[in-house]
């Protein structure tokens, strides 16, 4: 596929609680957001691996590259790229792992977010909400209807995450009409994993914190996870709709990088 004549106006920079986010701005850039996505999937698989080693594919050239950096030090990446509609949306990365005929119809422009990864040590809460923070000033951009993407679990192995399937075939499935199919990959289907779910907290805790911030803001999954060996995850594809946002978690993840601008 080939990039839209008429790329977002990107976002300024911001820093907040010690974190300075940005797109990439060069060649060096991309670089180092490929080899942090190198050690977080490819390395965390047990693969030796050259220094300087890198996570790259075809999709890159089009996808505009966020970088989270504290100290100098990136700890945090993923991409972002705009389609004008679901029907263009078929032809990206997601759409070479679900059948992404569901969304042809779906209204308005979306953003495929992607390959979100954070380097070790760096998890937190406050990591999550800058980069949510840029998210949001992108999506405002180019006025976007849906966010999506895949979230990820570590490994490819389904057992230890059973009780989490079980609670997103429960809550949080994507409505009819937006419920992508199985593509070409392995799959592997909510309805056979393990034994429904008796702890709520749990359950949860299996869920990656990516993940969690899409269901807390009303996102939706794929009734099954595919198994991708290259990337050394499973995954679920992921929609969020802008309009379901909750009203009070828009305003503030719209602050984030308003606010931190403005200062």
Request: with cysteine; aromatic share 8%.
């Amino acid at each position: 596929m080939t990039r839209r004549s008429t790329p977002p106006r990107l976002p300024a920079p911001f820093s907040r609680g010690g974190f300075t986010v940005r797109f990439a701005g060069d060649t060096d850039d991309q670089h180092r957001a490929q080899e942090l996505r190198h050690l977080c999937f490819i390395d965390a698989a047990g693969r030796p691996a050259k220094p300087g080693a890198r996570d790259a594919d075809r999709f890159d050239p089009l996808c505009d590259h966020v970088l989270v950096e504290a100290a100098g030090r990136l700890v945090c990446t993923f991409r972002l790229m705009p389609y004008a509609n679901g029907a263009e949306a078929r032809g990206g990365y997601t759409a070479g792992h679900y059948d992404l005929r569901a969304l042809a119809d779906h209204p308005g422009p979306m953003v495929e977010l992607g390959r979100f990864c954070i380097a070790p040590g760096g998890e937190g809460a406050d990591l999550l909400r800058v980069a949510w923070g840029m998210v949001a000033a992108y999506v405002d951009s180019i006025d976007a209807a849906l966010l999506f993407g895949c979230s990820s679990f570590a490994g490819t192995d389904p057992q230890p995450y059973g009780a989490a399937f079980d609670l997103l075939a429960a809550r949080h499935l994507a409505p009819v009409p937006w419920r992508v199919g199985r593509g070409a990959r392995p799959a592997v289907a909510f309805a056979d994993s393990a034994a429904p779910v008796t702890d709520h907290r749990q359950a949860l805790g299996q869920v990656p914190p990516l993940l969690r911030s899409y269901l807390t803001m009303g996102g939706w999954v794929s009734d099954h996870a595919v198994i991708d060996h290259e990337m050394n995850t499973l995954h679920v594809f992921t929609g969020l709709q802008i309009s379901a946002i909750p009203p009070a978690r828009a305003r503030a993840l719209r602050a984030i990088a308003a606010e931190a601008g403005a200062g």
